[in-house]
Structure formats: C-alpha cells, structure tokens
C-alpha cells in the first residue's frame, strides 16, 4: 500500500534532486504494476466467492480428505495403527470380465507354503478363464474399473465371504456391467493418499500418468478414463506409485520393459513395442524390492535381482527378454511377474480349479511349482506381503 507519507516524500525527493526523478518514477510505475496484478487476483477470487466456485472447490477439497480418513479409519480403529496397516485377515478376491466376485478370507496364522488355501471343486470352468486375482487386507477399499473408463468404490469386507474349498462362481457377487463394458482390474486404494501417481497401462502397452489428487477427482465422478487409442486394445490396469519408482511391465512373450516413472506422460503414449500377438500380463513398481519373481504357464519360476532391469530411456522400447528365443519358440509363455523379497507369499491358481499358497523364498530355491497333472497349467499369479 502506498500512503501519503510515502507520496510526499517522493515529491520533496524529485524537488531537491531533479536526476533522480527518473528512478522514483521507475519505482513508482513497478510498484503500480505489482497492485494492478494483486488487484485482479483479488477481483478474480471475489467473483468466484461471489458465484460459489470458491465456496464448492473447498468443499470438493474438505470431502476429499475425509474420504482419505475414512478410508484409513476403516482399516483400523487407531490412526497410528492404521497406518502402520496392522492387518487382523487377508481376503482372496476372485472376478471375472462379467464382474462375477468371490471372496475368501485367510488368516494369517493358516499361511503355510504349499498348502492349497482355496479350489473350485470342479475346476476352473472354461468361461471363465479370464480371472483377475488379488490379496489384501479385509479393511481394504477396492476400486472396480471396467473397459469403458467406468470405476466403482466397495470396501472389501461388504463382498459376501465363501466358503474356500467350494468355490462357485453361481454363488458370487456381481459387480454389474453395463452394456457390452467388462471388468478389466481391481485396485485396493486405502492408502492411495501416499502415493504420488497412478499409472494407467492398456494391453498393447499405452501408459499414461495420472496425479493422485486428479484421480482421487476421477474416483469421486465414477470415471477414470480408458487409457486406449487404438481401436483393439484395450485398458489393463492401474498402479499406484510413488515419483521416483520405476515401473516394469511385463509381457505374454517374456518381455519386462522399465522405465523410470519421472518418464512417464501425462497424455496416452505407446510405450511398450510389442508384437502383434503379444501383450501385457503384469504391470508393478520396484519399491525396496531386491528382486522380480515370474512364472510360466509350465509352472517355471523366474528369478532375477532388480538390479538386472535396464530402465528404458526412450519410449516405445521393445524390453529385455525373460524367456528365450528357443523357449518362446517352443510355445512357453509368461503368466505373470511382481516384484519381490523372501519374505513375500505368492498365491498361484492352476487350471485345475486350486489356489496354492507359496513362500516366495520356496519357489526361488526350487526354480518351479509342482503342478497336479501333465494337463494342469499355471492360469494366475499375486503376490502380496504376509
């Protein structure tokens, strides 16, 4: 603000000293400059306290955060605890592309390597091959999203609980489609406030990068986009990450491609050169995790240090091969791959129907799973900490 003490000593200064006239008048014309601009910043945000559209962004920014609490209070009954996630049960979530959801619940003292923690007894039915799977905690808030860019909020434990040895996808919840759109993934979002970005993948390897207080904005209007460009692909998945991680994506034919997430756009690109009959299988982030842990629909587990990934420095990169020419040749294909230490449990579903619990450091010291026939094979792999 200028006061009249200020304006008078300016004039006394241009009377006594006529050479400096020109710098007062200099400082004069910056200062107005700087009130003009305070002055239209000021206009602008009484106008839109006037129209309501201040009064609504806070309100849209006061929602958020308690939707965040909520979130963490769902988890825990003490917010030290809840984030610390101090989990009392694991559930095993099943679901189809028709939106078709089980849910089994395990307890954490039942966790034995090797031990089959869940079957279809009539094995897995040829319709539903396509099966996304995941464990996590039973005070998890899932997000459903479909093909269409459509999503939807549910708190794992309002999923109706089955009975682990009898599974029956006629007895599941249905998380309803609309239209011709599938289920594409499903992604626990309770702690999803300490994350910096989302990262959307399609299956022929288009990434975009999404800001987590945009999506948190995407959650709350029920639509988070489909990642696609191309008329036959098609969305995949979503991961949560933190600035500094480094994303892998793994492929059918054995490819994993990294690249550092400070890479990634903010607008839909092709990043991932695959073939015409290729396409992603595993998306996850190298977070303190020494190691990355593939299988085979053979039942072969693939082990390398984290260290052997070469972040990509352009996009559109072919990767590095985690299978063999002569192997790919031979028809072996990827089922999935994460990222992992020895202390991880990893749930493997064959196509005869079961779900068999492993240490992860079992399968590294074995190199393979056994599997129950010549005929089984490995349909899906997950990985999460015990």
Not at 145 to 166: N, Q
Not at 303 to 331: C, D, H, M, N, V
């Amino acid at each position: 603000m200028i006061t009249p003490e200020q304006i008078e000593e300016w004039i006394r200064e241009a009377e006594e000293r006529p050479l400096s006239s020109s710098n007062v008048i200099r400082y004069l014309a910056n200062r107005l400059r700087e009130l003009t601009s305070r002055n239209e910043e000021l206009l602008a945000e009484n106008i839109a306290l006037r129209s309501g559209r201040k009064v609504e962004e806070y309100e849209d920014r006061i929602a958020r955060l308690e939707y965040q609490a909520e979130l963490l209070r769902r988890q825990s009954s003490s917010p030290i605890e809840a984030l610390q996630v101090s989990l009392s049960t694991f559930s095993l979530i099943l679901a189809t592309p028709k939106g078709r959801v089980l849910r089994a619940e395990l307890n954490p003292a039942e966790l034995i390597s090797q031990n089959t923690i869940a079957s279809f007894p009539k094995g897995l039915p040829q319709v539903e091959k396509q099966v996304i799977m995941l464990v996590c905690s039973s005070q998890e808030e899932l997000l459903f999203v479909f093909d269409s860019g459509r999503a939807v909020v549910m708190p794992v434990a309002s999923l109706p609980s089955a009975t682990k040895d009898a599974l029956d996808w006629d007895q599941a919840f249905t998380q309803e489609p609309r239209g011709s759109e599938e289920l594409v993934t499903i992604l626990p979002i309770a702690r999803m406030s300490l994350f910096d970005f989302a990262i959307q993948t399609s299956r022929r390897g288009f990434v975009k990068k999404i800001k987590e207080s945009f999506l948190e904005a995407c959650i709350a209007n029920a639509y988070v986009g489909t990642g696609v460009v191309l008329p036959a692909d098609r969305t995949f998945d979503l991961t949560m990450c933190a600035k500094d991680d480094l994303l892998v994506m793994a492929s059918k034919e054995g490819y994993l491609l990294s690249i550092d997430v400070n890479r990634l756009p903010f607008t839909i690109e092709d990043t991932f050169r695959l073939g015409q009959s290729d396409h992603v299988v595993s998306t996850f982030t190298v977070q303190k995790k020494p190691s990355i842990l593939a299988i085979t629909q053979t039942g072969k587990v693939l082990y390398r240090e984290a260290g052997w990934l070469e972040p990509a420095l352009t996009l559109k990169a072919q990767g590095q091969a985690l299978i063999s020419q002569s192997r790919r040749e031979a028809g072996i294909r990827l089922v999935g791959a994460a990222a992992v230490d020895e202390d991880d449990w990893g749930v493997i579903l064959t196509t005869d129907g079961n779900f068999t619990l492993y240490k992860v450091s079992d399968t590294l010291g074995a190199g393979a799973v056994a599997l129950a026939s010549p005929q089984s094979e490995v349909h899906a792999l997950t990985v999460f900490r015990g």
